[in-house]
């Protein structure tokens, strides 16, 4: 059983590793963003086909960390009650909730909106109405992005303290320290991380 519970850890926190996409997706739309016109070039292709890709292994990673993570619950002896009597594990699991509704709403809303106007504009350079159309929903999914991360490493952190809660005054500086870096990835092209 000890085996068990070591190899679910082991696989949980992996998964987390690799749902850390966000901060890479805002790195790239800050390069192209760095890049400059025109609007609809290959780079455009290029950088749409990797974040609308990235859809179904998101898709799938968040899957694993809530079977991983109820399996953990189990494993320690837990029922499902586990996850309102520990404050903790009912916000990681609120947390996994918030952002598969988050990736579920861009696959299904907003990407092929942006698909759309691609299409619509039919090869490069971009019409500027439909360029600014494409701007403003760029815009909200880099925002829901930064949501993502932020929320993907509060969980990670909050996994730390799942069975010995931290003091609260830490738990409220990591958050920050977790805002800060998530604010930082938003807004620069983050040189040196
Ligand atoms: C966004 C989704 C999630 C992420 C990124 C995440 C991340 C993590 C990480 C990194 C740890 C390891 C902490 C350590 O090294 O001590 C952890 C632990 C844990 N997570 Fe998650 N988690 C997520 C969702 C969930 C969910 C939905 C549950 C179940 C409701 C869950 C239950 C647990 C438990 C029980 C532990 C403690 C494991 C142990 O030490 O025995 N996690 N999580």
């Not at 800050?30 to 859809?55: C, F, H, W």
């Not at 691609?118 to 500027?128: I, N, R, Y």
């Not at 992005?145 to 069975?163: D, E, I, N, P, R």
Request: proline share 5%; net charge positive.
């Amino acid at each position: 059983m000890d085996t068990t519970l070591d190899v679910l850890k082991v696989i949980h926190v992996i998964n987390a590793i690799l749902m850390a996409w966000p901060f890479y997706a805002l790195v790239t739309v800050n390069q192209r963003v760095s890049l400059g016109p025109p609007l609809g070039d290959r780079a455009d292709t290029y950088m749409e086909n990797i974040i609308k890709n990235r859809t179904l292994p998101c898709f799938v990673l968040q899957s694993i960390a809530l079977v991983t993570g109820l399996l953990l619950v189990f494993l320690h002896g837990l029922g499902l009650d586990a996850l309102v009597a520990n404050p903790i594990l009912g916000l990681k699991l609120l947390l996994l909730l918030i952002i598969a509704a988050l990736l579920t709403y861009v696959h299904t809303t907003l990407q092929p909106q942006i698909d759309a106007l691609f299409a619509k504009a039919g090869g490069h350079p971009v019409p500027q109405e439909l360029g600014q159309q494409i701007a403003k929903l760029r815009l909200r999914r880099k925002r829901i992005a930064s949501v993502c991360l932020f929320v993907v490493l509060t969980a990670a952190m909050l996994g730390v303290q799942a069975w010995a809660l931290f003091p609260f005054w830490l738990t409220i500086v990591l958050v920050i320290g977790i805002a800060t870096l998530t604010r930082r990835a938003y807004s620069s092209v983050t040189r040196w991380i």
